[in-house]
């Protein structure tokens, strides 16, 4: 039997004959599935802006500011955020009205209420490029004041709507000109852009994210994306064959905006890591490693794999094999990279993968959405996708030559910047499995708690903090008071205010140093101190930190001769963890469960036990 080929047009008719929630469910779906070509993604945004309010969707307001043209970047944010499950309504400010629309408080883009802006520049749009053969110091001066008027802006952003910025990073003119000697002086256009746009990174503020599409050119060939004709007739700055690249290096951008980036990539093994089935093949059997093209590739993803590890992403296995056999590859295989130590959580049985995921989701204490898992067999990969439809399934199947590029286009481990506790991540959570281990196997909470030799400091925020706390802001959920994903800006203005109070946590026990893993920030006045934020990690949770940062919260209120702390919960589908915290901590609620407010008065309530030195 010959197979459908899959059509797009097809899909689009079937989904028009449907109800709306249902028709954006079974797009959504197949955008996850199926790749685009330039006329199709145009099609389907096309299609998506005729959708208002769906009932049941999860709709996000995005506002795009542009010097050039920007209906083609909104159909493809449209089906980025789709194939993340989000509906996006777009406002596209008037062609090159930038500064009025940010600056007038009448303006369509302030009438709107953007929960994420957008600043699509061009390098066209430069103020101050250089036209030609310029002195250093000129150069300095024109670098100063592009840089400014971004600064400028981003300010004006920052006052006026408070809301996440998304920017483009600028991309060069395709014109090579003089060749290398071009790379050689400060003056020429390439030189210029890439200079700028290292200085826009070091100066942004922590509510500006980077779409980097200077690398995303760089990808595709820069003579490439350029498309003159676009540009002088249409004001469009790249071919619009790439919008479906675009729209995945949006999505990875988006994602990080909304921390809903994904945290664990967990793997099978066979014909997965290495070619065969080791249980057939033996040790020596199994393809990996330079003795064939084939065992070469494997090795190569081996290694792509153990890079995104070191990077911060929670590695894990998920195989049906034996582990006493499949341990011997990580121990004794000459040529595989990939090291037992560097898995946080391993599940080698016989049992069904989904029940293993969910295992390994709970495990780690992370939602079972953030989860990448890779598998060769299509019917395995089909059957998650059903079962556990929030995970992101990839079926590696096929050469394994193009695994790296098959997972790599997929922007899925984008990040902004690395924390130290970014690096230190897989550690983390491997100390909180040996953690797991000693718990059930204590006799009481308390000799377990004892055991961990836990380590905490808990100190006054200072500006050192600030790039750490900005991070949790845009990736902590469940633990989480308000989800109010306060940028680096406003974090560094409540440390200077005198009525408010921000106290950072960190945390080693005896298994591993974990570094900030949770921060309270409350506001103090008329002797009353309301919590406003309150975040911790979820490697962590179990542990008392809680009441360890909230009573050194108490000592502060205290000093400051507060007579009651408050608090409001703001409830989420995943942040409901933290209500059973409150009454533990003292708290009573006065208003209407769970959102309040809930009322501790200092020095009457008995202050919270801790076993956090």
Not at 151 to 176: D, K, N, T
Not at 189 to 208: E, F, G
């Amino acid at each position: 039997m010959t197979a459908v080929k899959f059509s797009w047009l097809a899909e689009l008719q079937a989904a028009r004959n449907a109800a709306s929630a249902e028709a954006l469910t079974r797009i959504c779906a197949a955008l996850q599935i199926h790749s685009l070509q330039g006329f199709e993604l145009e099609l389907i945004g096309r299609w998506l802006a005729d959708f208002e309010n769906v009932d049941g969707a999860r709709n996000i307001r995005i506002g795009i500011l542009s010097d050039l043209s920007t209906q083609p970047l909104a159909n493809a944010i449209r089906v980025a955020a789709l194939r993340d499950g989000l509906l996006a309504q777009i406002y596209e400010a008037p062609f090159g009205a930038v500064h009025q629309e940010v600056l007038s408080e009448t303006s369509g883009l302030h009438a709107f209420r953007p929960e994420v802006v957008v600043l699509a520049m061009g390098a066209g749009g430069l103020a101050h490029l250089p036209p030609g053969p310029m002195s250093d110091d000129g150069v300095e001066q024109a670098l100063v004041a592009d840089l400014a008027d971004f600064q400028l802006l981003w300010a004006w952003l920052e006052r006026s709507l408070g809301v996440p910025i998304v920017q483009h990073c600028l991309v060069a003119p395709a014109a090579i000109l003089s060749g290398s000697a071009e790379s050689r002086v400060r003056w020429s256009a390439h030189s210029y852009v890439d200079t700028l746009n290292d200085r826009l990174k070091d100066s942004a503020p922590a509510t500006v994210h980077w779409l980097d599409l200077a690398r995303l050119a760089e990808r595709v060939g820069v003579s490439n994306w350029h498309d003159p004709r676009l540009m002088h007739h249409a004001k469009f700055s790249f071919a619009t064959r790439f919008l479906p690249e675009y729209a995945t290096w949006f999505g990875a951008t988006l994602r990080g905006v909304l921390g809903t980036a994904p945290k664990a990539l967990v793997v099978d093994l066979d014909n997965t890591l290495w070619g065969g089935v080791l249980g057939d093949d033996d040790l020596d059997g199994i393809r990996l490693g330079p003795d064939s093209a084939e065992g070469e590739a494997y090795r190569a993803f081996c290694g792509y794999i153990k890079a995104l590890g070191s990077r911060g992403i929670i590695l894990g296995i998920c195989s049906k094999n034996e582990w006493s056999i499949a341990e011997e590859v990580f121990s004794s295989h000459t040529h595989m990279p990939l090291r037992i130590s560097d898995f946080a959580a391993v599940r080698c049985n016989w049992k069904d993968k989904a029940t293993n995921l969910r295992e390994i989701a709970r495990d780690l204490n992370i939602d079972i959405s953030t989860i990448v898992f890779l598998d060769d067999n299509p019917a395995e990969c089909e059957r998650i996708t059903q079962e556990l439809p929030t995970v992101r399934v990839i079926c590696m199947d096929g050469d394994p030559a193009g695994f790296i590029q098959r997972l790599d286009d997929q922007c899925l481990f984008h990040s902004q910047r690395f924390s130290r506790e970014d690096l230190q991540r897989t550690d983390s959570y491997k100390a909180r499995l040996r953690s797991q281990e000693i718990e059930r196997e204590a006799a009481d909470l308390s000799s377990y708690l004892l055991s961990l030799e836990m380590r905490g400091t808990a100190e006054r925020a200072t500006a050192a903090h600030l790039p750490r706390l900005a991070q949790m802001e845009m990736k902590t959920n469940q633990f989480n008071l308000s989800t109010r994903r306060l940028s680096q800006n406003r974090l560094q203005g409540m440390t200077e205010s005198p009525d408010h109070v921000l106290i950072a946590v960190t945390l080693a026990d005896r298994f591993a140093d974990h570094g900030l893993v949770a921060y309270v920030a409350a506001h103090c006045a008329s002797k009353v101190m309301t919590i406003t934020d309150w975040l911790m990690s979820c490697r962590v949770f179990s542990r008392t930190l809680e009441e360890y940062t909230f009573r050194n919260l108490l000592v502060e209120a205290r000093r400051r001769d507060i007579r009651r702390v408050e608090l409001h919960f703001k409830p989420t589908a995943k942040n409901g963890v933290m209500v059973n915290s409150f009454a533990a901590l003292g708290f009573q609620c006065v208003g209407e469960h769970p959102v309040g407010p809930w009322v501790h008065e200092v020095g009457i309530n008995a202050e919270p036990r801790t076993f956090v030195a």
